[in-house]
C-alpha cells in the first residue's frame, strides 16, 4: 500500500497504523482476554496458554519469539514486512506490560464469559485484516478450490471473490468459528461429533494450504488441460493423471499442516467437543482446572513428539516425491 510519493513516508506511516493496532490489539488481551482464562487462535494462544499454565509473561514470550522471527524475514523474506512485524511485536508487548504495570481495566465476569471471547474475536479479527492489509503481521476442500482458482477459466471477478473468501478465514480468530458453528449447528446430527471438528479446523486453517496449493497449480503447464482435450481425456481425467501427481509434494505439505495445526489447536474446538470427542488439548484445559499439571506435562509431551514424528514423516515423503517428479522429467 504507497501512502506518499516520499519512500521514507511510506515506511513510517504504515510503521505508525501497526504501532497504533498494536495498541488496540494489546488493549484487547489485557481487557478481554487474560483474566477470562481462554485462548484465542495462533500462537498468541499458545503463549496464553503457556501463561496460564507457567506463570511466564506473554509480554516476554512474544519478545523472545516473534523478535528473532523478524530478524530471520528481514534477511530472507522482505525488508519492510519484517520491520513492520518487528515494529507491531514490539508495541504489543511493550503496551501489555504497561497496562499490568498501570493496573488497566480488565473485563472479569464469572458468568458470562462468552462475551468477553465474542468482543475478543471480533476485535482480533478487524485487527488481523488491518495488519495484513497494511503489508504486516502478528505473528480436499483446499484442493478443489485452488484447482478452480488457478486451471479454471472462470471470470476474474469469480477467481477474485474466492481468494477473498480464503483470506477472510485467515482474520476469523478461532474462538468466533467455534461460536459460530455452535449456534449454527447445535440440535442438528453434527453436533458433539468428529465431524464437525474436522470442519471446523478445515475453516480454521483454510487460508495457507489454498495459497500453498494455488501457488503450486499456477506453476505448472497452462496447456496441460488442452493437450489433455486433443488427447480425448476429460478435464476430471487430466487433473487425475496429470496434475495431481505433479502435485503430490504439494498436497503432503498441505496435509502437514493442517494435521499439526489440528494437534495443537483449542480456541475453536473447545466449543464444540463433547464427551465422546474430546481432543488432547481440551483435555489439558480439563486438567489445568483441576491443577493436575503431571498430567499436563505427559499430554504436551505426547502432542509436541507426535507432531514432530509427523513432520519428519510427511517432509521426507514431500522430499521423495519432488526426487521421482524431478527423475521423470529429466528422462522425459
Same mark, same amino acid.
Given at each position: 500500500?504507497?501512502?506518499?510519493?516520499?519512500?521514507?513516508?511510506?515506511?513510517?506511516?504504515?510503521?505508525?497504523?501497526?504501532?497504533?493496532?498494536?495498541?488496540?490489539?494489546?488493549?484487547?488481551?489485557?481487557?478481554?482476554?487474560?483474566?477470562?482464562?481462554?485462548?484465542?487462535?495462533? &500462537?498468541?494462544?499458545?503463549?496464553?496458554?503457556?501463561?496460564?499454565?507457567?506463570?511466564?509473561? !506473554?509480554?516476554?514470550?512474544?519478545?523472545?519469539?516473534?523478535?528473532?522471527?523478524?530478524?530471520?524475514?528481514?534477511?530472507?523474506?522482505?525488508?519492510?514486512?519484517?520491520? +513492520?512485524?518487528?515494529?507491531?511485536?514490539?508495541?504489543?508487548?511493550?503496551? &501489555?506490560?504497561?497496562?499490568?504495570?498501570?493496573?488497566?481495566?480488565?473485563?472479569?465476569?464469572?458468568? *458470562?464469559?462468552?462475551?468477553?471471547?465474542?468482543?475478543?474475536?471480533?476485535?482480533?479479527?478487524?485487527?488481523?485484516?488491518?495488519?495484513? +492489509? %497494511?503489508?504486516? $503481521?502478528?505473528?480436499?476442500? *483446499?484442493?478443489?478450490?485452488?484447482?478452480?482458482?488457478?486451471? $479454471?477459466?472462470?471470470?476474474?471477478?469469480?477467481?477474485?471473490?474466492? *481468494?477473498?473468501?480464503?483470506?477472510?478465514? $485467515?482474520? %476469523?480468530?478461532?474462538?468466533?468459528?467455534?461460536?459460530?458453528?455452535?449456534?449454527?449447528?447445535?440440535?442438528? !446430527?453434527?453436533?458433539?461429533?468428529?465431524?464437525? &471438528?474436522?470442519?471446523?479446523? %478445515?475453516?480454521?486453517?483454510?487460508?495457507?494450504?489454498?495459497?500453498?496449493?494455488?501457488?503450486?497449480?499456477?506453476?505448472?503447464?497452462?496447456?496441460?488441460?488442452?493437450?489433455?482435450?486433443?488427447?480425448?481425456?476429460?478435464?476430471?481425467?487430466?487433473?487425475? +493423471?496429470?496434475?495431481?501427481?505433479?502435485?503430490?509434494?504439494?498436497?503432503?505439505?498441505?496435509?502437514?499442516?493442517?494435521?499439526?495445526?489440528?494437534?495443537?489447536?483449542? $480456541?475453536?474446538?473447545?466449543?464444540?467437543?463433547?464427551?465422546?470427542?474430546?481432543?488432547?488439548?481440551?483435555? !489439558?484445559?480439563?486438567?489445568?482446572?483441576?491443577? +493436575?499439571?503431571?498430567?499436563?506435562?505427559?499430554?504436551?509431551?505426547?502432542?509436541?513428539?507426535?507432531?514432530?514424528?509427523?513432520?519428519?514423516?510427511? *517432509?521426507? &515423503?514431500?522430499?521423495?516425491?519432488?526426487?521421482?517428479?524431478?527423475?521423470?522429467?529429466?528422462?522425459?
Amino acid at each position: 500500500m504507497i501512502f506518499s510519493k516520499n519512500k521514507h513516508l511510506n515506511l513510517v506511516i504504515p510503521c505508525a497504523l501497526l504501532a497504533g493496532l498494536a495498541v488496540l490489539f494489546a488493549l484487547n488481551y489485557h481487557v478481554f482476554v487474560l483474566e477470562n482464562d481462554f485462548a484465542p487462535a495462533g &500462537l498468541a494462544g499458545i503463549l496464553v496458554m503457556v501463561q496460564y499454565l507457567g506463570g511466564f509473561k !506473554i509480554s516476554w514470550l512474544n519478545l523472545v519469539i516473534n523478535v528473532p522471527l523478524a530478524a530471520l524475514c528481514f534477511f530472507f523474506v522482505s525488508r519492510s514486512f519484517a520491520v +513492520r512485524s518487528f515494529v507491531f511485536s514490539v508495541v504489543f508487548s511493550g503496551v &501489555l506490560l504497561l497496562a499490568e504495570y498501570v493496573d488497566f481495566y480488565t473485563f472479569e465476569t464469572q458468568y *458470562d464469559r462468552i462475551l468477553a471471547v465474542i468482543s475478543a474475536g471480533f476485535i482480533n479479527g478487524f485487527l488481523y485484516g488491518c495488519a495484513i +492489509r %497494511l503489508g504486516g $503481521s502478528t505473528g480436499g476442500t *483446499d484442493l478443489l478450490a485452488a484447482l478452480i482458482q488457478a486451471r $479454471s477459466k472462470l471470470p476474474r471477478v469469480c477467481r477474485s471473490a474466492m *481468494d477473498g473468501l480464503a483470506m477472510m478465514t $485467515s482474520t %476469523l480468530p478461532g474462538m468466533v468459528i467455534g461460536v459460530g458453528f455452535l449456534f449454527a449447528f447445535s440440535g442438528t !446430527i453434527l453436533q458433539n461429533t468428529i465431524a464437525i &471438528l474436522i470442519l471446523a479446523n %478445515l475453516v480454521h486453517f483454510f487460508a495457507s494450504p489454498y495459497l500453498m496449493g494455488t501457488a503450486a497449480l499456477s506453476r505448472m503447464n497452462a496447456g496441460w488441460e488442452t493437450t489433455g482435450l486433443l488427447m480425448g481425456d476429460t478435464w476430471i481425467q487430466t487433473i487425475r +493423471r496429470v496434475v495431481l501427481p505433479n502435485a503430490r509434494a504439494t498436497l503432503i505439505e498441505m496435509f502437514e499442516l493442517y494435521f499439526i495445526n489440528s494437534m495443537v489447536t483449542i $480456541s475453536a474446538v473447545v466449543f464444540l467437543c463433547g464427551t465422546s470427542t474430546m481432543l488432547l488439548t481440551t483435555k !489439558i484445559k480439563e486438567f489445568s482446572y483441576y491443577e +493436575r499439571f503431571d498430567a499436563i506435562f505427559v499430554l504436551s509431551l505426547l502432542v509436541f513428539v507426535t507432531n514432530v514424528a509427523a513432520k519428519l514423516i510427511l *517432509d521426507k &515423503l514431500a522430499e521423495c516425491s519432488r526426487t521421482d517428479q524431478k527423475a521423470g522429467s529429466t528422462r522425459s
